[in-house]
């Protein structure tokens, strides 16, 4: 069992930043590929981005590319989103995940653990 926790999220202008960071605790840090998804209101979840168990590989949803950064720290069972030059359209509750296995993946069913979510709120 895992237990993730997200933090970091709030109200923000557009072109803004903020980092959210999930908090891993339980089992093995380092045996999940972690991901970060997203849920507008009135819309499915959907992928944002996500981390190999090493860290050594990352992917990242076309809408955030170039925008969006994410980053594990094993030491502290910690996986970080900055989000840069932030949109209108980027509001939405951030959710953590975790997928056992090696590589990273968009793919919603495969995470076996969320967090409860932590909302980001962009204003124009």
């Known amino acids: 069992q895992v237990q993730l926790v997200e933090s970091g999220g709030g109200l923000v202008q557009a072109g803004g930043s903020l980092r959210l960071s999930c908090a891993a605790s339980?089992?093995?840090?380092?045996?999940?590929?972690m991901g970060w998804f997203r849920q507008a209101p009135g819309k499915e979840r959907e992928f944002v981005a996500a981390?190999?168990?090493?860290?050594?590989?990352?992917g990242y949803a076309e809408s955030v590319k170039g925008r969006f950064t994410i980053s594990r720290d094993i030491a502290k069972n910690t996986v970080y989103l900055q989000m840069n030059s932030l949109k209108g359209e980027d509001t939405a509750v951030y959710y953590c995940a975790a997928a056992t296995g090696r590589r990273w993946t968009e793919i919603t069913t495969l995470y076996d653990y969320w967090g409860q979510g932590t909302q980001v709120t962009v204003s124009s």
């Open positions: 981390i190999s168990r090493s860290g050594g590989n990352t």
């Open positions: 339980g089992r093995t840090f380092s045996d999940y590929a």
